[in-house]
């Protein structure tokens, strides 16, 4: 048994055996690198645009809070329909944005090349921009200052 691990049963002896060996560590090397790369590469995606989407709304509601006050005094509207022209204001460049991102991206990177997982990585990227940018205005809410 032992000398059947070791190649002795293969015709070129030890040396076949270990030439396998040195192949296959190659092999796994390559694609551990590989694997590597690609989900480097996809963490910085995610973290770029998540980071790019909570910096673009992280000051929002400090730069508009005086404009906002004033027309709140003058009885023009409340906190409910600004809040929500807001978002619905923001939310084309929260779907086009990452569309763009995703068609350079995706094949830049290399990855499948079905519209099925195209579209599931476009809408991953959507949904953490949605949320990136939600946590902003929350962040924006909570203070007043700059």
């Keep these: ?15 076949g055996k270990v030439d396998v060996e040195k192949t296959h560590k190659t092999y ?3 694609l551990f690198r590989s694997g590597m790369e690609l989900y480097g590469g996809l963490f910085f995606v995610g973290t770029n645009v998540f980071m790019g989407n909570l910096m673009n709304t992280i000051l ?6 005086p404009v906002f006050l004033r027309e709140q005094a003058n009885k023009m509207y409340s906190v409910g329909p600004y809040f929500t022209s807001k978002i619905i204001m923001d939310t084309p460049v929260l779907l086009i944005a990452p569309l763009f991102s995703s068609f350079i991206i995706y094949f830049a990177v290399g990855l499948e090349t079905t519209f099925t997982q195209f579209i599931l990585f476009y809408v991953t990227l ?21």
């Design 28 to 30: 796994y090397a390559k």
């Design 60 to 65: 929002v509601f400090q730069r508009e809070r």
């Design 1 to 15: 048994m032992i000398f059947n691990d070791l190649g002795f049963h293969h015709a070129n002896g030890l040396a």
């Design 126 to 146: 959507l949904m953490q921009s949605q949320v990136a940018a939600s946590i902003g205005y929350f962040v924006s809410s909570i203070f007043e200052n700059e």
